[in-house]
């Protein structure tokens, strides 16, 4: 009897019958596809956790630190929350509608208190406190530029002036003659609608614009800016839904885009090579790490040029990174490295920047303000005649239509800021070098000849 038990195997009570395998396996590969639903680049299940414990912390403390980790989760949570929204929106999402909802959405929100102290106050404390656009800026900038061909830069650099400054001119004379045809007089039209639009949005634009107002007109810089400012807000907002309306036809004209390569020769397909025609090398931790440092190395050489030259920091910074990249400066592993910077920040950082934008610098009563007739039909006809005027000249220098047309349309966005907003709506964040050639020397140049015309007839 012994020796028959013996001889029939006996399955230990921890072992797994072939069933109860083949059930856990199911049970696991189950979670590891809820783990690859996406809300935004958050996995659903960490997302929830996230709010939950967002949730948890605030009403058991009452406040949220302005700590990194904890502003992180916050503004991945919403923003990422925003964008699916916005995604899910037949039409709306065909015209930059993620975008528009994640940067205006929280300015509603703020504007109403529906969005409590405990969430607003450590999302400015912490946008104050870090200054973190100035992070994001050279991170995108240096990075698409020290990876993209070289002969691909230089041509465009120098050709995207030519539809700027076509674009800008005509912008400018169709503004002008719409707004004054409405009723609202050709000074207000020129000087408190036109000009701001293009005027390369609010710390570098309309701020020193309207100071530069105050002085040659002596009135309250403070009642000037109260009038341009609206204009600059609403300008954005065009920009933005012309350029996903752009994106959306680039879809279905392929011919018309480079789906982010500004010119018709060449190659910027960032990290498929190393920026010189040949194949990208491998990087590593290093390599990344190594390519942010030296974006912060630029921007920190753009601002002391500022501070002593009184150059646009930004400017020197994207001056400098060209500089570096024709001279062949940095070695193929470091441009490499850039193009993983410049990627990182494009996925994981643009739409929780654009709800912080939302909620600090974006006053909703401002946005609101320019929406009468005369003013919106006015803007509208601006930034219109401005994109489609760079259309049609890109054609004829060798350049994609569609993206010649982004760059060109944030000429009448809201400085770096409304880069972001822009490029993002279109899909076409590489384009940041030559967006902040549009915004900031185009906005400079807008600002100076306004000042000079204006002091001649006041």
Known sequence: MQEGLSATPVRSRHSDSPNAATTRHSMRDAWWRLMDVRVGIVPLPVHLVLIAAIVTTILTTGKLSAELSPIIALLAVCSFTCMEIGQRIPVFR????????????????????????SVVTPIVNFWKQSNFLYLFIPGIIVGSILSMDRKVLIGGFLRIFVPLAIGSILAGIVGTAVGTLLGMGLFHTVFFVV???????????????????????????????????????????CAIVFSGVLNAIGKRYPSLTGNGQLMRSGNDDIGSHDGHGKPAAPVDA?????????????YFVGMLAQNTLGLPGPVMMLVLAVAAKIGFIFSPRLEAGAG???KFFATAVTYPLLFAIGVVITPWQKVVASFNVP???????TVITLMASAFFVARRMNMHPIDAAIVVGTHSGMGGTGDVAILTAANRMRLMPFAQIATRIGGAITITLSLIVLAKIV
Not at 201 to 220: D, N
Not at 286 to 298: F, R
């Open 286 to 298: 290093t390599d990344i790490a190594a390519a942010g440092m030296i974006a912060v190395c630029l």
């Open 94 to 117: 065909s015209i930059g509608g993620p975008v528009i909802l994640v940067t205006f959405l929280p300015s509603w929100l703020v504007f109403t208190h529906a969005l409590p102290p």
């Open 195 to 237: 000009v701001p639009v293009m005027s390369g949005g609010l710390g570098e634009g309309v701020i020193p614009l309207t100071i530069g107002y105050s002085e040659v007109m002596h009135q309250s810089a403070g009642d000037l800016l109260a009038q341009a400012l609206p204009a600059v807000m609403l300008g954005n907002v």
């Open 375 to 381: 003013t919106l039909v006015t803007i509208v006809a």
């Open 340 to 342: 993983v910077v410049y």
